[in-house]
Every structure is written in C-alpha cells, then in structure tokens.
C-alpha cells in the first residue's frame, strides 16, 4: 500500500510539471506577442485621431444635417463584439459578454462577432449573427475593418438598427484590461461641446458629400483600433494567466514533494521497526 500511495505521488508530481512546462512556455509566447500588439494599437490611435478631428472640423463648417449624426428612437442595437480566439486567458472574454447583456437590457441586438469565442457565445445563446466573415481577431487587418466599416454604415442607413456599438478590452497595463463599449453610430455632435474659434475651410466637393464618404472610414479605423487593443488585451490576460497558473504548479509540487518524502520516510521507518522486531524475535 505504501509502495502504491509512492507511486502515485510521483505520478502527480510527474504530471503537474509536465503541465507546468505547458504554462510557462505560453507565458513566454504571450509575453512576446502582447509587445507587437501594444506596439500596432498605439500605431492606429494615430489614424483614429485624425479621422475624429477631421469629422469634428466638418460639423463646424456647416449646419447639415446627416444621417450618421440624427439622433433616432433605439429599437434595435447593432453590436460589434471583439473576444479571443482561444480560452486559457482568465475573464477576458466573459467581462465583455457581460458588458453587452448589461447595456442591451431588453432591448433586441444584434451581433457581428469578431473573434472566434465570440462567434461561439452569440451563436450558443441564439442571437442574430449579423457578418461572420472573419471570426478569428488574429486574421483581422484593415481591410477587414473596411469592409465592415461599410456594412454598418449601410445598415444604419437603412434602418437596420438605431445604435451602434464596439465593445472590446481597453488595454490599461500588462495587469489591468478593462471591457470597454464605445458608441459609433450614430456619431456625437462634437462641434456643440468643443468651444472656441472655429477654423475657416473650403471644402472640394462640398463638407456633406465629404462627410458621407469618410463616415465609413472613421468606422473602419474605431475598429481597427479596438481590434488591436483587444488582441494587446487577450494576449496580457493570458500571460496573467499562465503566469498564476505556473505559480500554482510550483505550489502543488512542493506540497506533493513534502508528502512525498515523508511517505518515504515512513516506509524506511517501517522496514527499520520489522528489521529490528525480526532480530530480537531470533
């Protein structure tokens, strides 16, 4: 019995380091790719930036009216909801599905899933799946965006939906990824809550037509922009998570190597105590 508690023991000690060696290594991998992943997202803030400031630059050329800016009674809400690809990464993708039960209520929505849990989760819980061509984050480039930019412009257009939204995870620090919705459409009216003088601008063609064209753009770049944060996101969440779970192999070897040896200990102690009763018996 005591040869069989031994074996076990070192069986599971066998295990618990193999399946560290299995957390550690996706820690590093994770650590490795959450840099060029920080790296791309500071890079398209800076096309976001500019697509914000030129739309705010043509609200205060003139007062048009638009349809990506009219305000509109909300029956239907369009959600853009970038998640992982994969699992193994703590709350990353629950805190988001989470953040669009709370904002939807009862309200009814749709989804175009980005991310490969995502897709699974909306599909699950039976909710309309409005674009599913890309599923996977790490496949996501601008082009993509684009594309997407355009469908959700179109559908807002035609009254598919009221509202539109992004909601991805802001990344804070290699230790805080917040979820995060932003809202797209329709688009805030920038020029009533900024002050100041207002710079004259002559615009070819006129500011509406303009507006029109680069209303999908601005789209496209916000989710590009999430997509980017998200994927910097789910890559830290993950390394947090190998790392705690490395940490807790560590532990729960040391317990199984104390136990171990003191198993140990009481089989030599045994032998000793029968090979003793054994000599005084002759």
């Known amino acids: 019995m005591a040869g069989a ?6 069986g599971r000690i066998k295990s618990i380091e193999s399946t560290k060696k299995i957390t550690k290594a996706m820690e590093l991998v994770a650590s490795s790719k959450v840099r060029k992943a920080r790296e791309n997202a500071e890079r398209t803030k800076v096309f976001y930036d500019i697509l914000d400031a030129a739309i705010t630059e043509l609200e205060s ?8 800016s009219k305000k509109r009674e909300v029956k239907k ?3 853009i909801v970038i998640a992982g690809d994969r699992g193994l990464a703590g709350g990353f993708n629950n805190n988001v599905f989470k953040l669009v039960a709370e904002d939807a209520g009862d309200i009814p929505y749709c989804v175009m899933p980005i991310g490969k849990k995502a897709l699974e989760h909306f599909v699950h819980i039976g909710k309309e799946i ?5 599923p996977l984050t790490s496949e996501m480039h601008v082009g993509s965006c684009v594309e ?3 469908l959700v412009a179109g559908g807002f257009r035609k ?5 539109v939204c992004v909601v991805y995870t802001e990344f804070v620090s290699m230790i805080s990824q917040v979820a995060s919705l932003k809202n797209v459409l329709p688009l805030p009216k920038k020029s009533d809550v900024e002050n100041g003088p207002k710079m004259l601008t002559l615009y070819e063609p006129e500011p509406e037509e303009i507006y029109e064209k680069i209303v999908p753009q601005y789209i496209s770049g916000t989710i590009y922009n999430a997509v980017c944060e998200s994927l910097a996101s789910e890559y830290a969440a993950r390394r947090s998570a190998m790392d705690s779970a490395t940490k807790n192999a560590t532990e729960m070897i040391d317990d199984l190597t104390l136990k171990y040896n003191r198993a140990r200990q009481n089989v030599i102690t045994q032998e000793l105590n029968e090979i003793v009763a054994g000599a005084e018996a002759l």
Do not use: A, P
């Open 5 to 10: 508690s031994l074996r076990d023991i070192r």
């Open 159 to 163: 009254g598919d939906f009221d509202r």
């Open 130 to 134: 409005v674009y599913d061509k890309y």
């Open 77 to 79: 809400i369009c959600y």
């Open 148 to 150: 997407i930019g355009k």
């Open 61 to 68: 050329s003139g007062g048009f009216e638009n349809v990506f």
